[in-house]
């Protein structure tokens, strides 16, 4: 079993800036691909960024490239979202998830953390 704990959203304008972290328990983190996504109410669940194992490998929606930049620490078993240029249409829960594929798809992470709310107001 791998715990997740998201933290770091909130509100923010337009234009501005949050770090996302999601720390892990159990398992060795560094085993684990991990992945963010989003929903928005009425939506369905969205990729946003994967990162590999070794943190060596990324991709990313087109809606955030350029904006936002996933990383990883595998020493502090944490994922980060950083997340620039916030536009209102990022509101959302986002999730981190692990699993041990590298892919966009949800369906396909094992572990999920309970998600945290970004809200940017124009």
């Known amino acids: 079993q791998v715990q997740l704990v998201e933290s770091g959203g909130g509100l923010v304008q337009a234009g501005g800036s949050l770090r996302l972290s999601c720390a892990a328990s159990?398992?060795?983190?560094?085993?684990?691909?991990m992945g963010w996504f989003r929903q928005a109410p009425g939506k369905e669940r969205e990729f946003i960024a994967v990162?590999?194992?070794?943190?060596?490998?990324?991709s990313y929606a087109d809606s955030v490239k350029g904006r936002f930049t996933i990383s990883k620490d595998n020493a502090k078993n944490t994922v980060y979202l950083q997340m620039n240029s916030l536009k209102p249409e990022d509101t959302a829960v986002y999730y981190c998830?692990?699993?041990?594929?590298?892919?966009?798809?949800?369906?396909?992470?094992?572990?999920w953390g309970q998600g945290t709310q970004v809200t940017v107001s124009s």
């Open positions: 159990g398992r060795t983190f560094s085993n684990y691909v």
């Open positions: 998830a692990a699993g041990v594929v590298f892919t966009t798809t949800w369906k396909m992470y094992d572990y």
């Open positions: 990162i590999s194992r070794n943190g060596g490998m990324t």
